[in-house]
Every structure is written in structure tokens, then in C-alpha cells.
């Protein structure tokens, strides 16, 4: 049974910074790209940073420059660091994975809220 467990969210100040994780079981991690989205209220979930099974990422635009997603394979751990934070990234962030060869998202987390105060 495959599970994407998140953790790390919680309320900052603007400036501030979090990181989250996200643990994967039930699948073999190093061969699965994965992706933090996010969601906010009245808002369509959008990929906010992906990373392929090589290691090779890709950002949303409102994004770059602050936020960085990483993987320890030998931790079955997925990461998104999150510096510079601004009240426009609050929203509940989502982990996810996709299966070699899936051209989708095949596995999500149930999401940790992260609250970005003005």
C-alpha cells in the first residue's frame, strides 16, 4: 500500500522560512519522480516544484529562486524548502508521486496547511 505522509507546515511570519517533508512507503522511491503542489481556497491546485528520479528539477515561476525541492533515496524522504515566504504561498501543500513510464500523478498525500502571516 503506497503512503505519502507530509510534515513540516505551521505559521510564519513573511520573510520566514519552513521546510517540508514528505515520507513515501509502499513504493520503490528512487524510481518515482514526485511534486509538491499546492492549493488555496478558491484556487486550482498547481505543481509548485518537481523532481525527476535522476534529480533534475523544474519550478513554478512565482516560485523560483526561493524554494528548492530535494530527495534522499535512502530515506524514502521528498523535501521542499521554503525560504523568503510570502502570505501568497499560503495554501496546503501536496505531495505526490508518479510511476516510471505514468504520464500523471499516481499517488498524493493528504496535504500539510502552511500559513504565511503579513
Known amino acids: 500500500q503506497v503512503q505519502l505522509v507530509e510534515s513540516g507546515g505551521g505559521l510564519v511570519q513573511a520573510g520566514g522560512s519552513l521546510r517540508l517533508s514528505c515520507a513515501a512507503s509502499?513504493?520503490?522511491?528512487?524510481?518515482?519522480?514526485m511534486g509538491w503542489y499546492r492549493q488555496s481556497p478558491g484556487k486550482q491546485r498547481e505543481l509548485v516544484a518537481f523532481?525527476?528520479?535522476?534529480?533534475?528539477?523544474n519550478y513554478a515561476d512565482s516560485v523560483k529562486g526561493r524554494f528548492t525541492i530535494s530527495r534522499d533515496n535512502a530515506k524514502n524522504t521528498l523535501y521542499l524548502q521554503m525560504n523568503s515566504l510570502k502570505p501568497e504561498d499560503t495554501a496546503v501543500y501536496y505531495c505526490?508521486?508518479?510511476?516510471?513510464?505514468?504520464?500523471?500523478?499516481?499517488?498524493w498525500g493528504h496535504g500539510t496547511q502552511v500559513t504565511v502571516a503579513s
Open positions: 523532481i525527476t528520479y535522476g534529480g533534475t528539477t
Open positions: 505526490a508521486a508518479r510511476a516510471p513510464f505514468s504520464s500523471q500523478f499516481d499517488y
Open positions: 509502499g513504493v520503490t522511491f528512487s524510481r518515482y519522480a
